[in-house]
């Protein structure tokens, strides 16, 4: 067995279950690219501050790049018992370009390494998940997205384990060079939090909540019974006994997934419910939630927005359906309150109105005045103008109301921000 980078002072090799056990390789391989990134940093401050000679920076800077190359390849061999994928390319640096490589970790310890790489992983994943956002236009969560990666773009490394270091380092240099805003001002906080995850999937829930309801309206409207709305073929399954069946399946899915998104959240925040101060390894658990969340809200986001382009409109259907709800009522009541009549009095007026056209199996628009009349004496032949859905929708002309005009308004001001035009 290979002796482990932290075996000094162990007599005895770890039991291989306590190995299966302690492993993150098998999932936290995914940060490789940051990792890399930010070792490539760290070796280059090393060099600049005299730490290393610029020989050995050079030998570490090729070692690296070739890694990256193999891992690209494929041709990289992981290997569990060097643990994690700090471990395993720090190991697989020392066998390619010997004791330079040994150099790298001066100043470092894996729990800034780890959450170093995980701020420009979470990074990476807020830009992938924004311009999908981009494509199916969710303004707010978008916006909470960019604000939550804001506050996480603060570098930890040189934090070290959990006190800093006595060598004299510059963090401001390796910040810069990886793209963060500034260093973490506290070695035991930038060890410590995983809130920058936590907002992160937070944020992920918020908009895998909005798409779970987008989901739910239009599987509602694809069914028999609405029928508002028909997805192409190519948007949707079959079933397997039904010949009949055409099915939203991934609106149901979109539905469905919406549950593990906020699930990835709940976990996280009970991972670091009962810890103290500083790193535990119990943060270990933090990746999978993480790496789960933006998985499935990408996959929703891209799925939604397909659909939403290969749906068809039945107008004829939604124009059928309007009448049945009596949803010219409101404008009734409106219709009174012009007139002068207190609304809970036109209220009222008009539920009699609605209760007598129950009763009779008829539409507000097909009373006569008479009998609108016996109701009201408030009543008058200009009282047509406010019946019926089209007159309705007419009548609504309040800032941000369903009303024709202001809906499209508002086209216009998406139109043109979005630049569709
Ligand atoms: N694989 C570990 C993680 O993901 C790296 C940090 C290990 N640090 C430690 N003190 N054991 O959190």
């Known amino acids: 067995k290979e002796a482990k980078l932290w075996g000094g002072r162990f007599e005895e090799s770890v039991t291989d279950s306590v190995e299966k056990f302690t492993e993150s390789i098998s999932f936290d391989k995914a940060l490789?690219?940051?990792?890399?990134?930010?070792?490539?940093?760290?070796?280059?401050?090393?060099?600049?501050?005299?730490?290393?000679?610029?020989?050995?920076?050079?030998?570490?800077?090729?070692?690296?790049?070739?890694?990256?190359?193999?891992?690209?390849?494929?041709?990289?061999?992981?290997?569990?018992?060097?643990?994690?994928?700090?471990?395993?390319?720090?190991?697989?640096?020392?066998?390619?370009?010997?004791?330079?490589?040994?150099?790298?970790?001066?100043?470092?310890?894996?729990?800034?390494?780890?959450?170093?790489?995980?701020?420009?992983?979470?990074?990476?994943?807020?830009?992938?998940?924004?311009?999908?956002?981009?494509?199916?236009?969710?303004?707010?969560?978008?916006?909470?997205?960019?604000?939550c990666r804001a506050r996480m773009n603060f570098c930890p490394l040189g934090a070290c384990a959990l006190a800093g270091?006595?060598?004299?380092?510059?963090?401001?240099?390796?910040?810069?060079?990886?793209?963060?805003?500034?260093?973490?001002?506290?070695?035991?906080?930038?060890?410590?939090?995983?809130?920058?995850?936590?907002?992160f999937l937070a944020a992920n829930s918020i908009t895998a909540i909005h798409l779970s309801r987008l989901g739910e309206e239009w599987v509602l409207w694809a069914s028999e019974e609405f029928g508002f709305l028909t997805p192409s073929d190519s948007v949707s399954t079959g079933s397997s006994i039904m010949p009949q069946k055409k099915n939203p399946d991934p609106m149901e899915l979109v539905r469905g997934k919406s549950a593990?998104?906020?699930?990835?959240?709940?976990?996280?925040?009970?991972?670091?419910?009962?810890?103290?101060?500083?790193?535990?390894?119990?943060?270990?658990?933090?990746?999978?939630?993480?790496?789960?969340?933006?998985?499935?809200?990408?996959?929703?986001?891209e799925v939604s927005a397909e659909f939403a382009e290969n749906i068809t409109f039945n107008q004829e259907r939604i124009r059928n359906a309007l009448p049945a709800g009596h949803l010219d009522a409101t404008t009734l009541a409106d219709y009174l309150v012009k007139k002068g009549i207190p609304f809970r009095t036109s209220h009222d007026i008009v539920g009699r109105a609605v209760g007598f056209c129950v009763s009779r199996n008829r539409q507000l628009e097909h009373m006569t005045l008479t009998d609108l009349?016996?109701?009201?004496?408030?009543?008058?032949?200009?009282?047509?103008?406010?019946?019926?859905?089209?007159?309705?929708?007419?009548?609504?002309?309040?800032?941000?109301?369903?009303?024709?005009?202001?809906?499209?308004?508002?086209?216009?001001?998406?139109?043109?921000?979005?630049?569709?035009?």
């Open 165 to 199: 270091t006595g060598l004299p380092i510059d963090r401001f240099m390796t910040s810069e060079a990886l793209g963060f805003t500034a260093p973490m001002r506290n070695s035991i906080d930038a060890v410590s939090d995983r809130d920058f995850v936590m907002e």
């Open 373 to 421: 009349k016996s109701i009201s004496s408030t009543f008058d032949e200009d009282v047509y103008d406010f019946l019926g859905v089209e007159n309705s929708i007419k009548n609504f002309s309040s800032y941000g109301s369903t009303g024709s005009e202001c809906v499209s308004s508002q086209l216009d001001y998406w139109v043109t921000k979005l630049d569709l035009v």
């Open 32 to 147: 490789y690219k940051h990792d890399i990134m930010g070792s490539r940093a760290h070796a280059s401050m090393l060099a600049h501050q005299g730490l290393i000679t610029d020989d050995d920076r050079d030998k570490i800077l090729d070692g690296l790049d070739a890694i990256k190359k193999q891992i690209e390849r494929g041709e990289f061999e992981w290997r569990t018992d060097r643990e994690d994928v700090h471990m395993n390319i720090e190991a697989a640096l020392t066998d390619l370009v010997g004791e330079p490589a040994k150099k790298l970790h001066t100043a470092r310890s894996r729990n800034d390494q780890v959450c170093t790489d995980f701020r420009l992983w979470c990074r990476d994943a807020i830009d992938a998940i924004v311009l999908r956002i981009k494509h199916l236009q969710l303004e707010r969560d978008a916006s909470r997205l960019l604000d």
């Open 260 to 301: 593990r998104v906020v699930g990835d959240l709940v976990s996280l925040l009970v991972l670091c419910k009962g810890l103290p101060q500083a790193y535990n390894r119990d943060l270990q658990e933090d990746k999978e939630p993480a790496f789960d969340s933006a998985k499935a809200i990408m996959g929703m986001l």
